[in-house]
């Protein structure tokens, strides 16, 4: 057959529209039945998606209408070209749809379930938000009824205001039926009901601290429930009620034991008290999580208020006793004060009133001494002297000792001739010591300095006491005398630990040692020795005439003038060794003038006599005067005697060389009369020399006496030879202050 150039039919064949149709259906069946799946698989990865019931309803209809398609794949027949063209077209649009569409949601399907998935994170974001503004709130409010709770606690420190502020605050916060604290008692065995809210039961019920409830609770730091039927919680008045919910909490205790500086008190074994907290009866509240905190919150404060009270207490009760002991000790002290005035008052009274009759005694046998005696006269005469002599040496060591103890005694520095003072001593001691038959040597070192400034008459007081103790405890033998300058290695001695001297350049320590061969003493005794009134047994058992006050006084003049005494001894009859050291001054010229201190002339260089000598003395005891006369007139002197201020100012001329007065006088005072003296007579040649003499032996008197204008200071007793230096330096060099 021919081949044909024909046209192409303009419709395709009905096989192939059928093929079309076929096709169709398939993916529209196909589509279908994904959609479904599709929308299941929302629905349940979905868990807030609504109306679920009407995506399985439309679920439903599009399973039947894909089945309906599925079907139709089977249930083919052939039709008219247009109603076949039609369908064909109809149906592969529709294929084309349903598969666009199941193709969409596979990729909407995951974008909405993101969504939903924000949606339901948002949403438990805002309830967490909600709970947590809540919880804020809770905590605000909270934080308020603490503030308040704190405030009102922390109002005062007093431990009972404190605790019970605390039940009626919590009541009222709280709105609780009845709060109690339990407090433990002394043997810290029992916990005794000490305050409660309602006060509706009685005070001091106990019960054991060992429960196992009371346990639970001190074993936690948190509010704890307990049952409303336990022994601590069986507060409530009995009736017929549902008890509410009870919390019990522990409250720390603190125990201040002292006070320490940079540190907290310590604390002893810890200790709790119980509060109990209730609910109202026959309710359906229970305690929240904010409440509870706030009970624990209020006893941590209550526990530091309480803290704060003891302390405050402690310092209270520590104060008072200060202040106690500060009264006690103001009292003591003005005690004390006034005991030391009234000594020293009765010394100076008793001093000034011994030395009255000291004074007649010895000036008048002084001059009994220069009249005609028998032996046996002469030596009665000369024991008075001595007796009294050595009642006036008694009478100065118990002054001096009265103002050491008191620390009233100051050292009166001046430069002065050491050797001098040696000589001096030997010179005093030469006499008894040749009637015992002993012999006396003075050892000087070469490198001694001639001039020392010091103290010289505690000095030569010093001095002296301790050569007269070795005269003294010394039957038959020698006594040496021996002072050298202290050199490095002697200023430490192994033997007084208890001395540090400190060498300079502007100063030395003089070292005097002396040894003697008398009665000795047992080195056990050699501590007493520096005793007042206290003597070893040889030495008391020995007719000595010691009076136990030379050794302690020469001690603290030692201390006072920077040094150190000690005594060795080897045993009863072996003799002793006095040693001491004292700081004396270095000179900075030897021709440095004396302060204020005169040197002392010996009687033989001066005259004997003062014949026409006037002299005006005011005083107004009557033997004092007449004795005073006595000594004057013996030495040739014209003597005019008064006996009271007025009368000596009335009295006195200037052809008066020496007025000796005593400045005790009723009245108008020596140191008035001497004011007045001094202006009556403007020219100094015309004017008297002006005496005090008086038995006043404190400092102030001589400070009293040269301020005023005085010209010395004489003190009673005073003897013969006395009275004749004393006319002799006066006439020579117009002043005389004698050491006080």
């Known amino acids: 057959m021919d081949s044909c150039n024909c046209i192409e039919p303009q419709w395709p064949p009905d096989d192939l529209l059928m093929k079309y149709q076929y096709i169709s259906d398939f993916f529209i069946a196909l589509a279908y039945f994904s959609i479904p799946l599709e929308l299941i698989y929302f629905v349940k990865k979905s868990a807030v998606f609504p109306y679920r019931w009407v995506l399985v309803q439309f679920g439903a209809f599009i ?20 109603v076949a063209m039609v369908m064909t077209t109809a149906k592969v649009f529709t294929a084309v749809v ?71 605050e919590l009541g009222r916060t709280l709105a609780l039926e009845e709060c109690a604290l339990w407090m433990p008692t002394r043997t810290g065995l029992e916990l005794q009901l000490s305050y409660t809210l309602r006060q509706q039961n009685p005070v001091g019920y106990t019960v054991p601290i060992h429960l196992p409830v009371i346990n639970q609770v001190f074993s936690s730091s948190h509010a704890v429930k307990i049952s409303p039927n336990c022994p601590v919680a069986r507060i409530r008045p009995a ?76 310092s209270m009760r520590a104060r008072d006793l200060l202040m106690e002991q500060n ?56 024991t008075i002297l001595k007796s009294s002599n050595l009642l006036s040496t008694l009478i100065n060591d118990v002054l001096d000792l009265s103002r050491l103890e008191d620390g009233s005694l100051q050292l009166d520095l001046g430069t002065f001739n050491l ?123 020995r007719n000595s005439g010691g009076s136990g006050l030379g050794l302690a006084i020469c001690k603290r003049f030692v201390n006072l003038m920077e040094g150190h005494i000690w005594i060795e001894s080897d045993g009863l009859g072996k003799g002793c060794t006095a040693i001491f050291m004292v700081k004396l001054g270095i000179p900075e010229r030897l021709n440095e003038p004396k302060l204020p201190f005169m040197p002392k002339v010996p009687t033989n260089h001066g005259p004997t006599a003062f014949p026409g000598l006037k002299v005006l003395v005011m005083d107004e005891n009557g033997v004092s005067r007449m004795v005073t006369k006595g000594l004057l007139v013996h030495l040739g002197c014209d003597v005019t005697m008064v006996s009271s201020s007025e009368e000596c100012l009335h009295v006195v001329s200037h052809e008066h060389k020496v007025v000796f007065m005593d400045v005790c006088v009723p009245g108008m005072d020596g140191y008035e009369v001497a004011i007045r003296i001094n202006e009556k007579f403007t020219k100094r040649h015309e004017r008297p020399i002006i005496v005090a003499l008086t038995g006043n032996t404190d400092k102030v008197t001589k400070e009293n ?26 006439l020579e060099h117009r002043v005389l202050f004698e050491a006080i």
């Open 63 to 82: 399973v039947l209408c894909g089945a309906t398609h599925l079907i139709n794949l089977w249930t083919f027949t052939m039709h008219t070209r247009t």
């Open 98 to 168: 349903s598969c666009a569409t199941a193709l969409m949601l596979v990729h909407i399907i995951p974008d909405l379930l993101s969504v939903k998935t924000r949606e339901l994170f948002l949403k438990n974001k805002a309830a967490e938000l909600d709970r947590e503004m809540g919880l804020i709130r809770t905590q605000e409010e909270t934080g308020r009824h603490v503030r308040m709770l704190t405030h009102e606690i922390r109002s005062t420190l007093d431990r009972h205001t404190i605790l019970k502020t605390t039940l009626v």
């Open 239 to 314: 009736g017929k009620y549902m008890p509410g919910e009870v919390v019990a909490v522990r409250v720390p205790l603190l125990h201040l034991s002292n006070f320490q500086i940079n540190d907290w008190p310590e604390l002893s074994t810890k200790r709790y008290a119980l509060m109990v907290l209730m609910l109202p009866s026959d309710s359906a509240r229970q305690w929240h999580v904010h409440e509870l905190e706030l009970v624990e919150v209020v006893a941590d404060q209550v526990a530091v208020a309480l803290s704060h009270a003891a302390i405050l207490e402690e």
């Open 327 to 382: 009264v006690a000790l103001d009292l003591a002290r003005r005690e004390a004060e006034t005991a030391i005035r009234a000594r020293n008052d009765f010394l100076a009274v008793m001093n000034h009133e011994m030395r009255t009759p000291m004074h007649a005694i010895i000036a008048l046998s002084s001059l009994l001494q220069e009249t005609e005696l028998t032996p046996e006269q002469r030596l009665m005469v000369e």
């Open 419 to 541: 050797f001098a003072v040696f000589r001096e001593v030997l010179n005093l001691i030469k006499p008894i010591a040749s009637v015992k038959k002993l012999h006396v040597s003075l050892n000087l070192a070469p490198d001694l300095p001639e001039y020392a400034i010091g103290d010289e008459k505690h000095l030569m007081q010093t001095i002296l006491n301790v050569v007269g103790n070795a005269v003294k405890f010394s039957k038959e033998g020698s006594i040496s005398i021996t002072a050298i300058v202290a050199k490095s290695e002697l200023l430490r001695d192994s033997r007084t630990p208890e001395f540090f001297p400190v060498p300079s350049d502007n100063h030395f320590y003089l070292r005097v040692q002396v040894k003697d061969s008398g009665v000795g003493i047992s080195p056990q005794d050699i501590p007493k020795l520096f005793t007042k009134f206290a003597q070893t047994q040889s030495m008391a058992t």
């Open 705 to 730: 006496c040269m301020r005023v204008g005085m010209d010395g200071v004489i003190l009673k007793p005073v003897s013969l030879d006395k009275m004749r230096s004393v006319l002799t330096d006066l």
